[in-house]
Nanobody
Framework: QVQLVESGGGEVQPGGSLSVSCAAS????????LSWYRQAPGNPRELVAG???????NYADSVKGRFTISRDNAKSTVYLQMDSLKPEDTAVYYC?????????WGQGTQVTVSS
């Protein structure tokens, strides 16, 4: 059974930084496009950042210039570095792996930005 396990969430003050990671198992990691989504209470899940199997990245306008997505295929891990965090970045962050009709989700990790 494919597993995606996020880690690294927590609480940080506005303007601070946090990094979350997602380790995959039982998956041929390198052939999947990977993404980070987030969901705040009362809001729909939204795409934050994505990275293709070829390494091309894309970001939501709200996080451009502040967040960086990367992947390490040797470790089957995708990362999201979050800088200059704002209270509106508070959400549960989910990693997502997709290839054709196959898609997998992690269980999510809470990120809270608060003073």
């Amino acid at each position: 059974q494919v597993q995606l396990v996020e880690s690294g969430g927590g609480e940080v003050q506005p303007g601070g930084s946090l990094s979350v990671s997602c380790a995959a198992s039982r998956i041929f990691f390198s052939v999947y496009d990977l993404s980070w989504y987030r969901q705040a209470p009362g809001n729909p899940r939204e795409l934050v950042a994505g990275i293709t199997l070829g390494g091309t990245t894309n970001y939501a306008d709200s996080v451009k210039g502040r967040f960086t997505i990367s992947r390490d295929n040797a470790k089957s891990t995708v990362y999201l570095q979050m800088d200059s965090l704002k209270p509106e970045d508070t959400a549960v962050y989910y990693c997502h792996a997709e290839r054709g009709t196959e898609a997998f989700w992690g269980q999510g990790t809470q990120v809270t930005v608060s003073s």
